[in-house]
């Protein structure tokens, strides 16, 4: 088993909004240390076979296939590791804007890609839930077959901290965990801009994740991530992810994770007031914080738990603007109740 980092999310040219070609986003990726890829155009499948890689490519470099399943109302959907377009299927009668059943629209808008990316055989990811109208817990809790969504999205407009019309993707996904789902929480880019760098733009380099597998393969880091075993970061490297026996465990690569906020492209969470150094929380249902050390290492007795724990690990650095600028790993929930031993059949559509 080894850590592979990748982006399930990044567009080029052939959107009209994105200002490089498949070739050149791919390299970049590979350029900078990736091992996957998924050149996500906006319903528009880019077969990797008609993408040139670089010359020089390394044998641990991959593209998995999908695309972005962009529907109405602002729901978007990967469809990570499908071989074919997939279709963003408006529910027969409804329509665009509707008034009062919007959020009964959304839910079935969501279904719908989650089915058709089923129906391809992929793994769909519920993108930037905070972007616009978005959607909210109460629409994604009745969804099913939803496994992944983007808990971090480096696009500067969609508010994973929250706004007026939204609650953090970090509580959107507790309140998901603790009504019973199964949701895993992806990191991504969205990537749109690789010729012009800015805060404002959508620059690769600040979202991703990374995979725990023994072979880097679509399948196999597909079948990972449907699976929970990856952590998503903006910064914050992890050397150790386990459980023995009763303890979840973790640790910080603290030399990784200084190397990874060295890069000119990774973009925190701003705040101003912060306490500097790392932070390890556990999380319980409700979002509860059930523990918190300032340490880079900490595990957690899981007797003591209930439905579930995750973990978030921090790194806080103070900016040049007086304020302070944070930074986060996320691992995925542990559950005492079993959600998370379904089959694999019970991914698939009937
Ligand atoms: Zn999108
Ligand atoms: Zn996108």
């Not at 959907?77 to 529910?91: E, I, K």
């Not at 808990?151 to 009504?179: C, F, I, M, R």
């Not at 900016?319 to 559950?335: C, S």
Request: aromatic share 10%; net charge negative.
């Amino acid at each position: 088993m080894r850590w592979y980092k990748g982006n399930t999310h990044s567009h080029t040219v052939l959107c009209g909004h994105a200002d490089s070609t498949p070739e050149a986003v791919a390299a970049w990726y590979h350029d900078h240390g990736y091992h996957f890829l998924i050149l996500s155009e906006h319903n528009l499948f880019i077969d990797p076979d008609s993408v040139a890689l670089p010359a020089d490519k390394r044998a641990d470099f991959i593209l998995i296939p999908g695309e972005e399943v962009t529907g109405h109302q602002h729901i978007h959907t990967t469809s990570m590791n499908t071989r074919r377009f997939v279709p963003a299927h408006l529910p027969e009668g409804l329509t665009d804007e509707n008034g009062d059943t919007i959020r009964e629209t959304k839910r079935l808008i969501l279904q719908s890609h989650v089915d058709s990316v089923r129906r391809a055989g992929g793994a769909p990811i519920l993108n930037h839930p905070n972007w616009l109208s978005g959607i909210h817990a109460e629409d994604i809790r009745h969804v099913h077959r939803l496994h992944l969504f983007e808990l971090y999205s480096g696009h500067p407009d969609v508010h994973n901290w929250g706004n007026e019309l939204h609650a953090s993707t970090e509580q959107k996904w507790d309140s998901l965990l603790s009504a019973g789902l199964l949701v895993y929480g992806v990191s991504s880019d969205d990537a749109h801009d690789f010729k012009k760098w800015s805060p404002e733009v959508t620059n690769p380099g600040r979202g991703w994740v990374m995979v725990r597998c023994d072979t880097l393969t679509p399948d196999a880091i597909t079948h990972a991530m449907e699976h929970g075993d990856f952590y998503a970061t903006n910064g914050v490297i992890l050397s150790e992810v386990s459980r023995e026996g009763m303890q979840y465990q973790v640790a910080i690569d603290t030399a990784l994770t200084f190397r990874e906020l060295d890069s000119p492209f990774v973009t925190g969470k701003k705040v101003s007031q912060g306490q500097p150094g790392f932070l390890i929380e556990f999380i319980g249902p409700g979002g509860q914080l059930l523990n918190k050390q300032e340490t880079t290492r900490a595990a957690y007795e899981l007797a003591n738990a209930g439905a579930y724990v995750r973990c978030k690990l921090s790194y806080t650095r103070p900016n040049p603007d007086g304020g302070y600028e944070q930074f986060f790993a996320w691992t995925q929930p542990w559950f005492s109740d079993g959600r998370d031993t379904i089959s694999d059949k019970d991914y698939l559509l009937e």
